[in-house]
């Protein structure tokens, strides 16, 4: 059985990262957390632009969100900056410290000049710092890993190369007894109906068919029918026609193995398997949930070279044609278009994305790590109040 070197955390669970962090609870402190973090080298600002006038559903979900950003497993320590008497950064807080992990709060407030906040939070972090560098990798089986299953900027070539040899790796890491979580629901839209019918009992098919209805439905009370709408300006470009022919070749990054749980936004898996997250198509939205869910590493098939990445999870890029890997090979890890050109076969690039997982759980960096790419942005459910 496959191991990998992680950092086993107090409440038991494993990271393959050990990133000290500093985030916002609400978006006018995100010039303050970034001064924080510019005062700490080595130090990772998680910034967002949400948390206040919200309805209650993204309340409810910037909570989440954030909770599973601040407590990952990929994450040593975590400093949080937030408003006096605030009750995100009292519930982040709060979670932290039952799972035994370092965290400390910083609030602006009427009694504490700004350069006293700077101060105290930076003198946290850098103790946080030297502590994490204490901390090692021990051999962990691969049944603790969970992987993302994430595309942007798709093409043509997405359903025939990328796509499916993420879901030949899905299906690996499976039967290895390791998580995969697909992502996505406007990009299952005009296909649903597979991957229901692939649902390990009708329970679960049912759950995953009333997310994509009522995410069209949403979709419908803007004006927009998006089964009638083409895919994105990029996507067309890419060779893509229709929203079910983007579709097809989304849901073939899951594999063949059954579905076992259907999740919300930034929700835990609480089976292993294979397991769908109602996610936007939006990719930045959509692996920041996959991350505040537990994934410690995601795969991000690509045909247009979306450099998108996270601040606290690797994020692996497969290139689905030998153009974009030759053109942006510095944002790309693997090369599917070798089943186009070097008559690679998909179960090849399954195989390839296995090991690469492994490698990176290790510690390898990947493209996007080397680049900073750590976008990060919530899911949005209703307008601003």
Not at 74 to 97: C, F, H, M, W
Not at 128 to 143: F, G, M, P
Not at 193 to 221: C, M, P, W
Not at 286 to 315: D, H, N, R, Y
């Amino acid at each position: 059985m496959k191991t990998f070197g992680g950092y086993r955390r107090p409440d038991g669970s494993i990271g393959v990262r050990n990133h000290v962090i500093v985030i916002n609870t609400v978006g006018e402190l995100s010039a303050l957390t970034r001064k924080i973090a510019n005062l700490t080298p080595g130090v990772i600002p998680v910034i967002h632009h949400g948390g206040v006038a919200q309805f209650p559903e993204d309340h409810t979900q910037t909570l989440r969100t954030l909770v599973g950003t601040a407590g990952h497993s990929n994450v040593s320590a975590t400093l949080v900056v937030g408003t006096e008497n605030d009750p995100i950064a009292q519930e982040i807080y709060k979670v932290l410290r039952k799972k035994g992990k370092p965290v400390h709060t910083v609030c602006l407030n009427k009694n504490q000049k700004i350069p006293e906040i700077l101060q105290e939070g930076r003198s946290w972090l850098l103790t946080a710092l030297e502590n994490s560098k204490k901390e090692v990798r021990e051999q962990c089986d691969i049944t603790e890993l969970i992987v993302g299953l994430e595309c942007g900027g798709s093409d043509a070539w997405s359903g025939i190369t990328a796509n499916p040899s993420i879901g030949a790796f899905s299906d690996m890491i499976v039967r290895e007894g390791g998580t995969s979580v697909l992502a996505e629901t406007t990009e299952a839209i005009g296909a649903e109906h597979i991957l229901a019918s692939n649902a390990i009992n009708r329970e679960v098919g049912r759950e995953f068919l009333d997310i994509v209805r009522t995410y069209e439905h949403r979709i419908k009370q803007t004006g927009e029918d998006i089964r009638s709408a083409n895919p994105t300006p990029g996507n067309m470009a890419g060779g893509l026609t229709t929203l079910e022919e983007k579709s097809l070749g989304c849901i073939k990054k899951g594999g063949g193995t059954p579905l076992k749980e259907v999740i919300s936004y930034a929700g835990k898996p609480t089976e292993k398997g294979f397991v769908f997250m109602d996610t936007p198509g939006y990719d930045v939205e959509s692996v920041c949930g996959l991350a505040a869910g537990g994934a410690q590493v995601v795969l991000f098939s690509t045909g247009k070279g979306s450099p998108t990445g996270s601040p606290i999870v690797p994020v692996i890029k497969i290139g689905t044609n030998p153009k974009v890997y030759e053109i942006m090979s510095e944002h790309i890890d693997i090369n599917a278009g070798k089943i186009i050109d070097q008559n690679n076969s998909i179960n090849d690039i399954g195989k390839e994305i296995f090991e690469k997982v492994i490698t990176v759980s290790n510690g390898e960096k990947t493209a996007a790590e080397n680049e900073l790419n750590q976008e990060f942005a919530i899911w949005r459910l209703a307008e601003s109040i």
